[in-house]
């Protein structure tokens, strides 16, 4: 299907470029659908828009459920709504099938977004695999930059490898962690200290305050002893209250420093460039494994042949032949 009369890719391409956000919201269906007619319309529609993304501040939020990503991005996103900005805001949520529907990105939790014109909340797709939902976020925050949308935030919570996903499709990672009790860096894997471009202690108000400041130093200390990523930046340890507003400007202004800097360096492009490469690749595999997920003959035998290889009964390698004589490669 190069072009139904329902998916008309220049149509599509027309209505994005023009920031219609029914066009836009009806592409990522299409994006997000696991049709092969649909999914090589929706590659043909990001082909044809290429050009016009790849423009927006691409900035990935983490942190534990209740640390207050909802709560930041409304008051990020609302603040940068009125200085002119258009704001996309996404997720990568993996269990959101499990759970039945997802927790991050809702409409109902970014009040201020959600009735503003220039914002754009699209939950996590719910397409099992990390690496399937994680690809659709990627297609859908290109639409977005194609819609004009010059800020895109994608959040996730604090738990598993969702968090490498998303710093891996965006330019800066900011995590979000709660104030402490103040010996010890509770909550937070190393592996996501070592991918934080900056890390922000939410809540830092009323009787909180002090306890958020403790943690910030323990942080900082932290922080101290890892070499940084990156020879042009070093991440910053802050505090700020989402609920009150105090440091939401703060958080920008780092991230902006962050983009200047690596944007002089050239890391910035290395860094996209090196995603973009990452993306193929990770899409390759998905495209490459969905036989074996979707094979019905070779799902029903698969169990026998496991059992058959664990008890030693079948070689490894006979039972990759006799797979691979299914799928008839
Ligand atoms: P999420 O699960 O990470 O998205 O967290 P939410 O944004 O939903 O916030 C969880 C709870 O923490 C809510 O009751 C918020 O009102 C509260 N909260 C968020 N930010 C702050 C803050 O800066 N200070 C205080 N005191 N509470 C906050």
Known sequence: MASSPAFDVERLAQG?????????????????????DHRSTAAALTQALIGATGKAVRVGITGSPGV????????????????????????????????????????????????????????????????????????????????????????????????????DMTDFFLVLVLPGGGDELQGLKKGVVELADMIAINKADGDNLPRAKLTAAEYGAALHILKPASANWSPPVVTYSALKGDGIKALWTHILDHRKKLTASGELAARRGEQQVKWMWAMLEERLFAPLR????????????????????????????????????
Do not use: W
């Not at 470029?17 to 269906?29: E, F, H, K, M, Y």
């Not at 699209?122 to 859908?140: H, I, Q």
């Not at 094979?295 to 006799?322: C, F, H, I, Q």
């Open 294 to 329: 979707s094979d019905r003959a070779l799902k029903a035998a698969l169990p026998k042949l496991e059992a058959e290889v664990a008890a030693g009964r079948l070689a490894p390698a006979t039972a990759v032949e006799k797979i691979a004589e299914m799928l008839e490669l």
């Open 16 to 36: 994005i470029r023009s920031g219609d956000r029914t066009v836009l919201s009806r592409a990522i269906t299409l994006i997000e659908s696991k049709r092969a």
């Open 68 to 167: 207050g990503k909802s709560t930041t991005i409304d008051a990020l996103g609302a603040m940068l709504t009125r200085q002119g900005h258009k704001v996309a805001v996404l997720a990568v949520d993996p269990s959101s099938r499990r759970t039945g529907g997802s927790i991050l990105a809702d409409k109902t939790r970014m009040a201020r977004l959600a009735t503003d014109a220039n914002a754009f909340i699209r939950p996590s797709p719910a397409s099992g695999t990390l690496g399937g939902v994680a690809a659709k976020t990627r297609e859908t925050m290109l639409l977005c930059e194609a819609a004009g949308y010059d800020v895109v935030l994608v959040e996730t919570v604090g738990v598993g490898q969702s968090e490498i996903a998303v710093a």
